[in-house]
């Protein structure tokens, strides 16, 4: 009896955003100086661009001086059958403010959060403190499974 061999693959671009539409946990990776991180966040994906929302503090600091990320997304089924999607691009704040185009991008942000978090910046909002939305270009994008 043979033993089955895994099989790599690239995925396709309609899988890649297949993927990152039926998540919304995933990893964000940034640098400062010599030191790289990497941390949780809850997400969502929409027409091209990554929405989240976070507080205040060391991630916005840094981000501020390096806006330019790294994202991932998994799908693991067992050691050899997953899918994972590398995203690569710029964050973004966004502000209730400023000019018109701000306010309708960061309404436009808010919106794309509450389709998986209605509450979210509500009195009901489950995490209040994350009160400042970003948002993520999808400037690059791979993907890679196993079968």
Request: hydrophobic share 35%; charged share 30%.
């Amino acid at each position: 009896m043979t033993k089955p061999t895994p099989r790599f693959r690239e995925l396709t671009t309609a899988e890649c955003h297949a993927l990152l539409d039926a998540h919304h946990v995933g990893r964000m990776a940034f640098t400062y100086k010599d030191r790289v991180d990497i941390e949780p966040i809850h997400y969502v994906h929409d027409d091209g661009w990554l929405y989240g929302r976070t507080t205040a503090g060391t991630k916005l600091e840094i981000v501020t001086h390096n806006r330019w990320v790294a994202f991932e997304v998994d799908e693991v089924r067992d050691m050899f059958e997953w899918q994972s999607v590398v995203v690569k691009g710029g964050l973004y704040l966004l502000r209730r403010e400023g000019s018109e185009q701000e306010m309708a991008t960061y309404d436009h942000g808010l919106k794309v959060i509450r389709r998986v978090m209605p509450a979210a910046l509500t009195s009901d909002d489950p995490t209040p403190e994350r009160a400042l939305l970003f948002r993520i270009h999808i400037d690059e994008m791979t993907g890679r499974g196993a079968s």
